[in-house]
């Protein structure tokens, strides 16, 4: 089963949210320790900025191995070609291009 990328942008966003506050404890634990000293506002805002970084990552990244995974389910398909993804569900055959049903499509 494809993952849409809006849901891909959601599990990032909870994903980099879930880990934000132990970011921002360990640099309040850690900076201490390498002689820097910031205020809990300056500690959140580094934080919000490395989020926004994380976020876009981890999406970007998401797409890519999607893409993988969509182009490798396309070559399994036996004798068929994809056309536009295998999440699209249409392939090209002796020239014309079919809809195969999804339970028809080769399983992961």
């Given at each position: ?25 360990t ?46 389910e ?35």
């Amino acid at each position: 089963m494809s993952q849409s990328r809006t849901m891909s942008l959601v599990e990032s966003i909870a994903n980099v949210l879930a880990g934000f506050g132990v970011a921002v404890a360990t640099q309040i634990a850690i900076f201490p320790l390498f002689g820097l000293r910031t205020t809990l506002a300056e500690d959140l805002a580094m934080g919000a900025i490395f989020t926004v970084v994380s976020i876009a990552r981890s999406y970007c990244l998401r797409r890519v191995f999607e893409r993988i995974r969509a182009r490798a389910e396309c070559s399994n398909a036996a004798g068929q070609r994809c056309l536009g993804g295998a999440a699209t569900g249409l392939f090209k055959r002796s020239g014309r291009s079919v809809r195969v049903p999804h339970s028809s499509r080769t399983p992961r």
